[in-house]
């Protein structure tokens, strides 16, 4: 059972413009959502995350917006630049030490 | 920089051998996940361990094992290795209950011939 889940394998953007990355959850339960970037060969590397008591959390060109009703988040990247071509995995917990459920990755292709 | 440490970087190797990874978790992380990643699939979460106790178990198979010793590095025990465990490993620590955010090491990339 998945219980994150990430429906587009790949995604395209031109450089410069918004990249939206997606995300959607089914156990109510979790309360705290991330988002990673991963480059082939290296370790995934933390960007930005969110409580369930937000609905939005920016830092520089990432924004993380969440509906809970829906149980979505989406990653926004504004404006979309080279280095950010990656894959990018989204991840919710329970809090409270539990493990984090990972998404199966989107990878974001940023065209010049 | 993580603050995350792995070693070896890469390691190669033949069916049947055994392995150790070794993660050394960021200053002061209680907790270390093992994750394995095989040819650009996801994340597959295998155990964390907490203050040297297991917390939690993934999809590990019996023919691996780890360790969390009491200056909280730990290692990941790889035998009767096959060729599908060919992977990469990667460690993350992390510092609950503060926080459940995960900081990842660079991987160990296995090799089995």
């Known amino acids: ?112 | 920089d993580s603050g995350v440490t792995q070693t070896p970087k890469h390691l190669i190797t033949a069916t049947g051998q055994r392995v150790t990874l070794r993660c050394s978790p960021r200053s002061g992380d209680l907790s270390v996940y093992w994750y394995q990643q095989s040819l650009d699939q996801g994340l597959q979460f295998l155990i964390q361990y907490y203050n040297g106790e297991e917390r939690a178990k993934g999809n590990i198979l019996e023919r691996f094992s780890a360790q969390q010793f009491p200056d909280l590095h730990s290692e990941l025990n790889l035998s009767s290795l096959e060729l599908g465990d060919s992977a990469l490993y990667f460690c993350a620590s992390s510092a609950p209950p503060f926080t459940d955010t995960q900081y990842f090491g660079p991987g160990t990339r296995l090799t089995v011939l």
């Not at chain 1, 995300?23 to 590397?45: Q, V």
């Not at chain 1, 979505?72 to 030490?97: E, K, M, T, W």
């Open chain 1, 1 to 112: 059972d998945q219980q994150v889940k990430q429906n587009s394998p790949s995604l395209s953007v031109q450089e410069g413009r918004i990249s939206i990355l997606n995300c959607d959850y089914t156990n109510s339960m979790f309360d705290y959502f991330l988002w990673y970037k991963k480059y082939p060969a290296e370790g995934p590397t933390f960007l930005i995350s969110i409580s369930s008591i937000k609905d939005k959390n920016e830092d520089g060109r990432f924004t993380v917006f969440l509906n809970k009703s829906a149980k979505h988040l989406s990653l926004h990247i504004v404006p979309s630049q080279p280095g950010d071509s990656a894959v990018y995995f989204c991840a919710a917990s329970r809090g409270g030490n539990y493990q984090l459920i990972w998404g199966a990755g989107t990878k974001l292709i940023i065209k010049p």
